[in-house]
């Protein structure tokens, strides 16, 4: 069965430090790698997302990811935090076709901003 | 355009009622997924409707949930007898279709959330 850690569980970085969210999974094959933001009393936002392809996937916000095979690991970046960026960050992983339906979620990672 | 709708968005009831929970998809989208978000259990993934195909319910936690989808379009999430533990945010998301026609996985909308507090 699929599943995704993320082990941490809350992060406080200043206003314009960099910013790294960590992202293992579990699948038996190459998966569907997701980062969602949930900002409070919000519905779940895509920030980026990676299939195939280049390992090092954009999104949205200015936030990218890095898949890396040998790590199981997908972490999500951003150069320079805002404000704005507090929020509730999940990691998720999807199944390739013939799998599992649904998405299955880390339990996310509270990002707090410092001024 | 309008995005996934979800309706109530808070809804408080007493141990032992039933709750009927509602989506309203994004116009188009022959798939549709419900997640309950809870403090203990994270995001998980409960059932999943593709068009008028029976629906995958493996994740459902117990038999006293259920859910249809009409037409192919809205859905409606029910809980009989609710119990306290059943205290979540329940989502729903939606998507043009579980896969594109190369495979790939498609991107899933997701609505505000229905918060349930049972007392």
């Known amino acids: 069965a699929q599943s995704v850690t993320q082990p941490d569980i809350h992060i406080t970085v200043s206003e314009g430090a960099s910013l790294e969210l960590r992202c293992n999974y579990s699948?038996?094959?190459?998966?569907?790698l997701f980062w969602y933001v949930q900002s409070p009393g919000q519905g779940l936002q895509l920030l980026l997302k990676?299939?195939?392809?280049?390992?090092l996937v954009q999104g949205i916000k200015g936030f990218e990811a890095e898949f890396k095979r040998s790590q199981s690991s997908f972490n999500l970046r951003k150069p320079s935090v805002h404000w704005s960026d507090a929020a509730e960050y999940f990691c998720?992983?999807?199944?390739?076709?013939?799998?599992?339906?649904?998405?299955?979620f880390g339990k996310g990672t509270h990002l707090i901003i410092q001024p | 355009g309008a995005g996934v709708s979800q309706s109530p968005s808070n809804k408080v009831t007493e141990k032992g009622k039933d709750v009927e929970l509602r989506c309203d998809p994004i116009?188009?989208?022959?798939?549709l997924y419900w997640y309950r978000q809870s403090l203990g259990q994270g995001l998980e993934f409960l059932i999943y409707?593709?068009?008028?195909?029976?629906?995958?319910k493996s994740g459902l936690p117990s038999d006293r949930f259920s859910a249809e989808r009409t037409g192919g379009s809205v859905s409606t999430l029910t809980i009989q007898r609710t119990q306290q533990e059943d205290s979540a945010v329940y989502l729903c998301?939606?998507?043009?279709?579980?896969?594109?026609?190369?495979?790939?996985?498609?991107?899933?909308?997701f609505g505000p959330g229905t918060r349930l507090t049972v007392l």
């Open positions: 990676y299939f195939s392809g280049d390992t």
């Open positions: 998720a992983v999807g199944a390739r076709r013939g799998g599992a339906d649904g998405l299955t």
């Open positions: 116009s188009g989208h022959t798939a």
């Open positions: 998301a939606s998507s043009l279709g579980e896969y594109s026609s190369g495979g790939a996985l498609r991107e899933q909308f």
């Open positions: 409707f593709q068009g008028n195909s029976a629906p995958d």
């Open positions: 699948y038996g094959a190459t998966p569907y």
